[in-house]
């Protein structure tokens, strides 16, 4: 014949709201000997445990569920006991949070050129976002609103609304454009010509907006080209 020997862990941590908990208690001996399970701190197992064979089983752990629990090993020749704690923690459930946004109050772009519209935000959960640019929706639902190709009809304000389950929050944002100044880059050469003689004078100039192009004779207005 052979006394029990409890096999047994120290500590067992696990969390609240866990669906199940199963805790073994190994113990062997010869005669091989019977295993009951108990609370240390109680009169009685809590109303969620129950053991099953050598093992405790808490169903849908809560808080308070945790402290100690022991396992009694015992046959004809001695007893063996192993004291179990179990540690309930509590899940952290991150708050709830309205959108905070972070955004520029002014951009400005080149005409013609690509701009981007950064809406940032600091919130929990995700929030949905909706834009509109003086009063108008907008089709998207990204916190960056591209712009292809800035022009007169697209500058303004444009408003980011972020909203969550925990409230809402909003920012304007001005889209302003800068012109590059006209620049002749291919002047009108000298030319020296016949009376009666037709001549064709070229002035190529660039610039957003595309530059309108005044010809001028003596100070004198001839014609107008864009």
């Given at each position: 014949?052979?006394?029990?020997?409890?096999?047994?862990?120290?500590?067992?941590?696990?969390?609240?709201?866990?669906?199940?908990?199963?805790?073994?208690?190994?113990?062997?001996?010869?005669?091989?000997?019977?295993?009951?399970?108990?609370?240390?701190?109680?009169?009685?197992?809590?109303?969620?445990?129950?053991?099953?064979?050598?093992?405790?089983?808490?169903?849908?752990?809560?808080?308070?569920?945790?402290?100690?629990?022991?396992?009694?090993?015992?046959?004809?020749?001695?007893?063996?006991?192993?004291?179990?704690?179990?540690?309930?923690?509590?899940?952290?459930?991150?708050p709830h949070v309205a959108p905070l946004i972070?955004?520029?109050?002014?951009?400005?772009?080149?005409?013609?050129?690509?701009?981007?519209?950064?809406?940032?935000?600091?919130?929990?959960?995700?929030?949905?976002?909706?834009?509109?640019?003086?009063?108008?929706?907008?089709?998207?639902?990204?916190?960056?609103?591209?712009?292809?190709?800035?022009?007169?009809?697209?500058?303004?304000?444009?408003?980011?609304?972020?909203?969550?389950?925990?409230?809402?929050?909003?920012?304007?944002?001005?889209?302003?454009?800068?012109?590059?100044?006209?620049?002749?880059?291919?002047?009108?050469?000298?030319?020296?010509?016949?009376?009666?003689?037709?001549?064709?004078?070229?002035?190529?100039?660039?610039?957003?907006?595309?530059?309108?192009?005044?010809?001028?004779?003596?100070?004198?207005?001839?014609?107008?080209?864009?």
């Amino acid at each position: 014949m052979i006394k029990p020997t409890v096999t047994l862990a120290d500590t067992i941590t696990v969390f609240e709201g866990s669906s199940l908990l199963s805790i073994p208690c190994y113990a062997e001996g010869i005669p091989i000997p019977s295993v009951t399970w108990e609370s240390l701190d109680k009169s009685s197992l809590p109303r969620n445990a129950r053991q099953l064979g050598n093992f405790l089983i808490f169903k849908n752990v809560s808080s308070i569920d945790g402290g100690h629990f022991v396992c009694t090993a015992k046959n004809k020749v001695e007893i063996d006991i192993k004291v179990l704690q179990v540690i309930v923690k509590t899940r952290y459930v991150k708050p709830h949070v309205a959108p905070l946004i972070h955004a520029p109050s002014t951009i400005q772009a080149k005409y013609y050129t690509e701009a981007r519209i950064i809406c940032n935000m600091t919130d929990f959960p995700t929030p949905n976002v909706a834009w509109i640019h003086n009063d108008i929706p907008v089709k998207s639902s990204v916190n960056t609103l591209i712009i292809h190709s800035v022009t007169n009809a697209t500058i303004g304000t444009y408003t980011c609304i972020a909203t969550n389950d925990a409230g809402s929050s909003q920012a304007n944002i001005q889209l302003k454009v800068t012109y590059d100044v006209p620049k002749i880059v291919s002047p009108p050469l000298t030319s020296v010509i016949n009376a009666g003689q037709a001549h064709n004078f070229t002035c190529v100039a660039i610039g957003h907006p595309e530059p309108a192009i005044i010809w001028t004779y003596k100070m004198v207005s001839v014609v107008t080209f864009r």
